[in-house]
């Protein structure tokens, strides 16, 4: 029978289950008639029944039962234990000095604790998800725009070819829809993870808020607060698309007619932000840009102690690679590679290198793992478990700098012997899978003496300070950086340690000027 279109009876009492009700006990949460009340309160008398009006119901409070004393209920609360207690378990050793406060001085901040949890999962964090997934299905519905103009270039560039390259475009056209649909995929599982989320949150919000009014200490002190774990967001997916690079026609159609590079999808934890109760006309676009200090700021300074490997060479330390927003790991002209705690500038761990060599770069990995190149004996290593494995071997050639990519590659500098050769190679593991060294006519692009890092736009930037220029390179030499003038000292640009940023700026610290160029 729906309730909703037939006449509903009024309560009855739960012991008799004919007459109506009229009373209630707060005790054991059952509704009484009149004459079933003297039955009820001999029923049990080991409880203390507290009997009252219907009408004032739930206006007793429910301590909970002493999980050490039985017979006791919980009407004081330890603050430092944070639990519940009885008398004897206050006049106990267990307690003793503790800070004891009331329960129910307790029960209302916990309840104003509770009612301020709803509040932001009603009012920021929902709505949060709501714009995030909002941000996902616009982004799939751009990537289908944009995937729609990559066939339609290729398609177009295919009318100016005769017949026999058909079969080349759909080939083309094929991959560029398994990439599309690889992507779509991704990002369709991170939309059904928001969503599910989404209704995670619902059933929370429903949750807390049936037990934030209920009288039932027991159940107030037992639910769990789950609130914490919605407030880490999503990770937002960044999408690469590939490029279609056109040809000329040519009887070498595969090499000439144009080829795809590759997409990237790649995860950044710091993508979303937590959307905010005032609103402002950037709410729910990207990232707002991170303007860079005038001055520079000093968060926490680290002594590091140095032992030169060699006894005539004075101590310096030459790099510096994040673990994570709290650690880094250093290195420099010794043995050691230290890992400290960025906030207590304490020491936490130490590794020596393998031979005893001094580490030319460090970097970590996707994975968090330390790896450092051995110049001297022509090697790249990864530590895991604080042993250490030879990852790159290299023959006529010695390691330089190295970094570890968005998709989890390691990309190293390595000059020859005679100094003559520099060249950056991107490795999977050990698999040599991309080398770069000249440019489309054939000339080097780099000299001696390079670091390197990786964009977020997957460019590859190196600091050539062999050539006093900053090179970036994309399957092709982009652009060439060479400072401006006039610089802080007026000195030759000397580029050094290199960068970048969220917003994919390129830094890269100058050793002549005493300055960072952005």
């Known amino acids: 029978m729906d309730p909703r279109t037939s006449a509903q009876d009024v309560m009855r009492c739960d012991l008799c289950e004919t007459a109506v009700v009229q009373m209630h006990c707060d005790t054991c949460l059952v509704n009484l008639c009149t004459a079933c009340v003297g039955k009820h309160m ?18 007793t409070p429910l ?4 999980t050490t004393h039985a017979k006791d209920q919980c009407r004081m609360y330890c603050n430092q234990c944070d639990i519940p207690v009885c008398t004897s378990c206050v006049a106990s050793e267990k307690h003793l000095g503790h800070k004891i406060l009331k329960v129910l001085q307790v029960l209302d901040e916990r309840r104003n604790k509770i009612k301020k949890d709803v509040t932001e999962l009603n009012e920021t964090i929902y709505p949060t998800y709501q714009d995030i997934a909002s941000d996902v299905q616009n982004r799939m519905s751009q990537l289908e725009k944009e995937y729609g103009d990559l066939s339609t270039a290729i398609t177009k560039h295919g009318e100016d070819w005769h017949r026999e390259i058909d079969k080349l475009v759909q080939k083309l056209k094929a991959e560029v829809d398994e990439m599309k649909n690889t992507q779509l995929q991704t990002l369709q599982k991170q939309l059904d993870e928001i969503n599910k989320t989404m209704s995670d949150i619902e059933d929370e919000i429903d949750s807390l808020e049936m037990i934030r009014d209920t009288n039932d200490l027991s159940k107030l002190f037992s639910v769990t607060l789950n609130v914490n774990l919605y407030r880490n967001l999503p990770n937002k997916m960044i999408l690469s698309l590939p490029k279609f690079m056109q040809g000329t026609i040519h009887e070498e159609l595969v090499k000439v007619f144009g080829a795809l590079s590759s997409s990237s999808l790649t995860s950044d934890k710091h993508g979303y932000s937590m959307k905010t109760t005032q609103k402002s006309p950037e709410a729910g676009s990207s990232p707002p840009v991170k303007q860079l200090f005038d001055q520079p700021e000093t968060v926490t300074t680290i002594k590091i102690n140095i032992q ?10 030459y790099n510096v690679a994040c673990l994570s927003d709290e650690e880094i790991w250093t290195s420099g002209n010794d043995n050691t590679i230290k890992l400290f705690s960025i906030k207590q500038g304490s020491l936490l761990k130490s590794i020596k290198t393998k031979l005893g060599n001094s580490p030319d770069d460090i970097a970590v990995t996707k994975s968090g793992y330390l790896v450092y190149t051995d110049y001297d004996d022509r090697t790249v290593n990864i530590v895991k478990n604080e042993k250490i494995e030879e990852v790159i071997r290299l023959q006529n050639l010695k390691p330089d700098s190295v970094c570890s990519t968005s998709s989890g590659d390691l990309l190293v500098t390595m000059i020859s012997d005679d100094y003559k050769q520099t060249k950056v190679v991107r490795y999977s593991g050990s698999t040599e899978k991309q080398t770069i060294q000249f440019n489309d006519k054939g000339q080097p692009l780099y000299s001696s003496g390079v670091y390197v890092t990786e964009n977020r736009n997957l460019d590859i930037c190196v600091s050539d300070y062999g050539a006093n220029a900053v090179v970036v390179v994309n399957w092709k030499l982009r652009f060439r950086y060479t400072g401006h003038t006039p610089a802080p000292k007026n000195q ?8 970048t940023d969220s917003q994919s700026h390129i830094l890269t610290a100058d050793g002549n000027n005493d300055c960072v160029h952005t």
């Open 63 to 66: 301590y909970p039962g002493c």
């Open 308 to 317: 030169a490997v060699y006894s005539l060479i004075s101590s310096q330390l």
């Open 492 to 499: 030759p640009f000397s580029p050094r340690g290199i960068t």
């Open 42 to 59: 001999i029923s049990d008398e080991s409880k203390d029944h507290k009997v009252v009006k219907i009408q004032a119901r739930k206006s």
